[in-house]
């Protein structure tokens, strides 16, 4: 029986860092594979705290946290500038520093010994020295832990993530700072690991670094993809299945280690298996529930508002020898569209790019309503009212049509985690809210019925109308679309063009790349021409399209 | 300066051997940007081979040397074949046969555990040549580990260079896409990818059972060091890959007259961090 019981606790403990670790690689798509150095730093911090200063429980796990979630930022660090495989590698460089450090600072962490004889921990006078009487404990405590894992996910913040997993450019366009979310995460995954580890110290009452290498680590990627990424039940069932799967094999009679090289590599073949028949897991990523039908009040879209100019003077840009833009000048005035033109490879969505911060100029400024956007990051400029759509479209995928438009709603009290856990009831007054204005948007657009459908299921011409409707929903006046319309059927463009139209009427600042000269000449008041990174014309669509030069350089 | 000279031939030494696993890993990532943790036990498995031909056999070493090459060869086409191919003709994204390669990195490394034992193997009879050159202290395997680099190296140079084949290799290593598109036959071209990377990671897998004996878990740090040395010297450039291994050795060895011998595997991480901080494409790398 008291095998059992150790096996459950066993079950707690895991499930606590497969959840967590599902919230890095499942739900951020932050493939860092760390996580067995978070565990290791918080099982080491109360060894050491418990064991060799003598403080009770839960003062050395509330320190582990702390310490672990630091060392969860700055193995976050890297991951702001790179992704991907180089991220793999470099996590999995920072995890076996971490266990350099555990076996090599002997006189904090006892070195290849390890730091033996921790105190168990005594609650109302009980000392939970068994199995049995710690299960309670880590039970409570795993729970808690994936309470607190889950409500993130669930959140407008967990959302934020899952739309930059899908995709970071894009997310960053919707006003979301990427830095804080990479940050945040990390150290909530780190000190959730880390409350786990401070958990097997009590239990096992000693800890050696050979506990938490990378071999662990993969353990617990396995639990997560067997589970399911993106869905955090799923990691219990990871966790219940890899606990309880070597104990299968004890049936089966074979020396020890043996045994346990068997149990390795099943598990092994399972994580090979699992990802060549069913990659997304046992249990699906798990969509947001909406009630589609509440009565919730839809909010007018393109209501009036008072647009400004957006400016940028002088704006170049040049990567190596390449001269993508040189000395434009462009003004996009309020109340009106106004197009951009020009060959493939003009610098058109190069200056987009200068404008809207997803590149920095070499020369020139950026300015709109009198204020400076020069080394804003594009979350920023945003906020700030300028925002733009993407030539390849960039839509968050795995997301539904609904929460593509309400990840880009502004101002969400739900992407401060202080709300998401403090005040938990404001954010869903909000969401309400919220749901309702990203109902009204998407009608606007004419994809209200396709609300619950995921963004991977729409045709190409509804895929367009959400790229607008992503748009809108960021609350800028000043809307930059990259090619809208291209690809578009005549009748798909006679239902989107007036959406244009009308937000032009209604005062916002609007600027189009596009290369139909149809749509240019019948949604644009004045066009740019831009070719080879540099501004020749500026006019109506007729001025420019009756110009010889401009005729033999693009229009023929 | 006198400890400064040994320990500049040491990471000379060194340098070769990382530079070597270097090449072979960058001719598999590069080529068919496979991210092949399993690189390090096929790795391994090539020493036990080497091994159990010389012992269990008693073979003369350099023909064990020529096993070793040849079960890395095919532990390596294996790999592609069995558990990589399948995820790539199913268009799964890298990250999936990355993660895959760990589940199979995994397997191997316990499968050797269990067929083999943990124990150290070593060959009968090592060479044990000693040469004292002034000051400087170098033993006879460490001068071909340094040979190796310089034979192994020049010789896939030419292969990729003067042969048709070797030059479909280059192709690919620059643009998959595009190499697909004119016609080189990408399957054909990555079964030698991985034939070769591991018969080239087998030649340091032999030399390190001679120098120190084999373990199941010899390949973990051999990966590792490989992969830090590809980025560090630029994904895609099989030049940078040496260089890259070769600054790791040099660093890493050199950087002893400071740091204390049980931080030695840092200094190659914390190198990795400054090249991915400050030159993400590595010192020859074109993307």
């Known amino acids: 029986m008291d095998y059992v019981l150790h096996v459950m606790v066993m079950v707690a403990l895991y499930a606590i860092l497969a959840s967590s670790f599902n919230l890095l690689i499942g739900y951020a798509g932050l493939f860092a594979l760390s996580h067995a150095a978070f565990f290791g730093v918080g099982a080491y911090a109360t060894a050491i705290l418990a064991a060799t200063y003598g403080l009770a429980f839960p003062v050395p796990l509330l320190i582990g946290i702390v310490a672990t979630a630091a060392l969860g930022v700055v193995i976050a660090l890297p991951a702001l500038r790179i992704g991907g495989d180089y991220l793999v590698i470099v996590t999995l460089a920072l995890q076996i520093i971490v266990t350099t450090v555990l076996l090599n600072w002997t006189g904090m962490t006892g070195g290849t010994d390890g730091i033996r004889a921790i105190p168990r921990?005594?609650?109302?006078?009980?000392?939970?020295?068994?199995?049995?009487?710690?299960?309670?404990l880590a039970a409570i405590v795993a729970l808690a832990c994936y309470a607190i894992a889950w409500r993130l996910g669930a959140s407008p913040f967990g959302r934020a993530l899952k739309a930059m997993?899908?995709?970071?450019?894009?997310?960053?366009?919707?006003?979301?700072?990427?830095?804080?979310?990479?940050?945040?995460?990390?150290?909530?995954?780190?000190?959730?690991?880390?409350v786990a580890g401070s958990l097997y110290a009590h239990y096992f009452t000693f800890v050696s670094a050979d506990s938490f290498?990378?071999?662990?680590?993969?353990?617990?990627?396995?639990?997560?993809?067997?589970?399911?990424?993106?869905n955090l039940a799923?990691?219990?069932?990871?966790?219940?299945?890899?606990?309880?799967?070597?104990?299968a094999l004890k049936f089966i009679d074979m020396p020890s280690d043996i045994a346990d090289k068997t149990r390795l590599m099943l598990y092994g073949v399972l994580l090979i298996v699992m990802l060549r028949l069913r990659p997304q897991g046992l249990l699906p990523e798990s969509a947001s529930a909406h009630h589609y039908d509440a009565p919730v009040e839809r909010p007018p879209v393109a209501t009036q508002l008072q647009g400004a100019a957006l400016e940028g003077e002088g704006l170049s840009k040049r990567f190596g020898g390449i001269v993508a833009v040189s000395g434009v000048d462009i003004r996009i005035e309020s109340g009106k569209i106004t197009g951009l033109i020009g060959p493939n490879g003009a610098g058109k969505t190069t200056a987009f790019n200068l404008l809207t911060g997803f590149l920095q100029p070499n020369d020139g400024q950026v300015h709109y309503r009198g204020q400076s956007l020069r080394g804003l990051k594009p979350h920023q400029i945003v906020r700030a009212g300028v925002a733009r759509s993407f030539q390849d479209l960039k839509l968050f995928t795995g997301l539904t049509v609904l929460e593509n438009v309400l990840v880009a709603l502004p101002d969400q009290r739900g992407d401060k985690l202080a709300y998401v856990y403090f005040a938990p009831w404001l954010v869903r007054k909000q969401e309400r809210e919220n749901l309702g204005r990203a109902m009204a948007i998407l009608e606007f657009v004419g994809l209200d019925a396709r609300a619950a459908d995921l963004a991977s299921d729409l045709s190409y011409a509804e895929e367009k109308l959400l790229v607008v409707a992503?748009?809108?929903?960021?609350?800028?006046?000043?809307?930059?679309f990259d090619e809208p319309l291209s690809g578009l059927a005549p009748n798909a463009l006679a239902k989107v063009m007036p959406i244009f139209k009308r937000l032009a009427q209604s005062g916002r600042t609007i600027c189009i790349i596009e290369h139909n000269l149809d749509v240019i000449r019948e949604l644009c008041d004045t066009v740019v021409f831009l070719d080879e990174g540099r501004k020749l014309a500026q006019g109506t669509p007729e001025q420019l399209m009756s110009d010889p030069e401009l005729s033999e350089r693009y229009f023929k | 300066m006198d400890l400064l000279a040994q320990l500049f031939v040491n990471?000379?030494?060194?340098?070769?051997?990382?530079?070597?696993?270097?090449?072979?890993?960058?001719?598999?990532?590069?080529?068919?940007?496979?991210?092949?943790?399993?690189?390090?036990?096929?790795?391994?498995?090539?020493?036990?081979?080497?091994?159990?031909?010389?012992s269990a056999l008693a073979a003369p070493l350099w023909l064990a040397m020529l096993g070793g090459v040849l079960t890395g060869a095919l532990a390596g086409v294996f790999a592609y074949l069995v558990v990589y191919r399948p995820f790539e003709r199913k268009g799964s994204t890298s990250l999936v046969i990355l993660i895959a390669s760990l589940g199979f990195f995994i397997?191997?490394?316990?499968?050797?555990?269990?067929?083999?034992?943990?124990?150290?193997?070593?060959?009968?009879?090592?060479?044990?040549?000693?040469?004292?050159?002034?000051?400087?202290?170098?033993?006879?395997?460490?001068?071909?580990?340094?040979?190796?680099?310089?034979?192994?190296?020049?010789?896939?140079?030419?292969?990729?260079?003067?042969t048709r084949m070797g030059k479909a290799v280059l192709a690919m290593t620059d643009n998959p896409e595009m190499a697909r598109v004119i016609g080189i036959d990408t399957?054909?071209?990555?079964?030698?990818?991985?034939?070769?990377?591991?018969?080239?990671?087998?030649?340091?897998?032999?030399?390190?059972?001679?120098?120190?004996?084999?373990?199941?878990?010899?390949?973990?740090?051999?990966?590792?060091?490989?992969?830090?040395?590809?980025v560090v010297g630029g994904v895609g450039s099989l030049k940078g890959a040496v260089i890259g291994g070769l600054v790791l050795g040099l660093i890493e060895s050199t950087g002893m007259i400071r740091i204390p011998t049980e931080w030695q595997s840092s200094v190659a991480f914390v190198v990795l961090f400054i090249v991915l901080l400050v030159r993400p494409r590595g010192l020859f790398g074109g993307r």
């Open chain 1, 470 to 480: 992503r748009l809108l929903a960021t609350g800028a006046e000043a809307l930059l």
């Open chain 2, 11 to 54: 990471g000379l030494v060194n340098g070769s051997h990382y530079a070597l696993l270097a090449l072979g890993f960058g001719l598999i990532f590069g080529t068919t940007r496979v991210t092949h943790f399993a690189f390090g036990p096929v790795y391994a498995l090539s020493a036990y081979g080497c091994w159990f031909i010389a």
């Open chain 1, 213 to 230: 290498t990378v071999e662990l680590t993969i353990y617990l990627l396995t639990m997560v993809i067997i589970g399911g990424t993106g």
């Open chain 1, 121 to 136: 921990v005594e609650l109302l006078g009980l000392k939970l020295d068994t199995p049995g009487k710690f299960l309670p």
């Open chain 2, 107 to 162: 397997v191997l490394e316990n499968l050797i555990g269990v067929v083999f034992g943990t124990d150290t193997k070593v060959v009968p009879a090592p060479p044990s040549g000693i040469f004292l050159w002034g000051p400087l202290v170098v033993t006879g395997v460490q001068l071909v580990q340094i040979a190796a680099l310089i034979l192994v190296g020049s010789a896939l140079g030419l292969y990729l260079t003067r």
């Open chain 1, 234 to 247: 799923g990691s219990l069932v990871g966790a219940v299945v890899l606990a309880v799967l070597p104990e």
């Open chain 1, 165 to 194: 997993r899908e995709n970071e450019a894009a997310v960053q366009a919707v006003g979301k700072n990427v830095v804080a979310m990479k940050l945040a995460v990390f150290a909530i995954a780190a000190a959730l690991a880390s």
């Open chain 2, 187 to 230: 399957l054909r071209v990555s079964l030698i990818a991985f034939a070769l990377g591991s018969a080239i990671a087998a030649v340091p897998a032999g030399l390190i059972l001679i120098k120190d004996g084999a373990t199941p878990h010899m390949g973990f740090l051999a990966v590792f060091m490989a992969f830090v040395a590809v």
